[in-house]
């Protein structure tokens, strides 16, 4: 197996193979536990302007404006901590955030496309295991247009995972723990316990998968 890491939301483009998509803090954790309270499809978009569409429509909008911060258009943050209190059983949902979906919907050359976490790690390895994979590209999405140490590591997690060699997730929990965007998180967002949830591994074994609906790319679970 090929797996290659490849960094920022710009490292989807011309990504091949099975693209894994992380942003640890916080939309790939926020979207395992979206389908865990039981929403039926998520649809990604790229702007505010394109969540307003939706404003007046039956569906849910949740996500972020500029440095992750609540806005207005949204019902819900994109925030771990906040989702987990809702039930969204059978509901779909419009879901914006800074780094992830952007990179979903710039990721035009991928055969198939999840996103991963560390809550879903374990989830995501036996996925791309099972589909017997040659060629898989890691985008460790990062924060604010730059790199983000939690992104990196979940990557080198995964990649080691692939390729069964063993990782120190205490050490990198740590790390973490004390990395500018748990600190932008918990700090300035005021959303603690959104770190503390995004670093709770395996904890909601999910993988959410892109596919296309009538031209429209769409997030669906599947449960490992």
């Known amino acids: ?13 011309g990504a091949k193979g099975l693209v894994i998509i992380i942003d640890v803090l916080r939309a790939c954790t926020t979207i395992p536990i979206l389908f865990n309270q039981g929403a039926k499809k998520i649809i990604p978009v790229s702007t505010l302007e394109e969540a307003a569409k939706y404003e ?19 019902h819900h943050i994109n925030s771990p901590s906040e989702v987990s209190n809702e039930d969204f059983t059978g509901k779909e949902i419009i879901f914006r955030s800074n780094n992830a979906t952007q990179a ?13 976490s560390f809550v879903n790690l374990n989830a995501i390895v036996q996925y ?17 247009g ?12 995964i990649k080691n995972s692939l390729e069964n060699k063993p990782f120190d997730f205490e050490d990198m929990k740590k790390r973490i723990e004390k990395c500018d965007c748990a600190i932008l998180v ?11 949830m995004s670093l709770d591994l395996d904890s909601y074994p ?18 490992i």
């Open 56 to 74: 007046n429509s039956d569906y849910v909008l949740v996500g972020e404006g500029e440095r992750g911060h609540k806005h207005d258009v949204f």
């Open 146 to 157: 730059g790199r983000g140490l939690e992104d990196d590591l979940c990557a080198e997690a």
């Open 128 to 144: 791309v295991k099972k589909n017997n994979t040659s060629n898989v590209t890691i985008v460790a999405s990062g924060m604010l």
């Open 206 to 223: 999910i993988v959410p998968r892109v596919v296309e609906e009538m031209g429209t790319k769409t997030i669906v679970p599947i449960k």
């Open 104 to 116: 979903i919907l710039y990721a035009k050359s991928a055969k198939d496309i999840i996103l991963a």
């Open 1 to 13: 197996m090929d797996v290659e890491i490849r960094y920022l939301v710009e490292g989807s483009r």
């Open 186 to 196: 918990r700090e300035t967002l005021g959303k603690p316990k959104d770190v503390e």
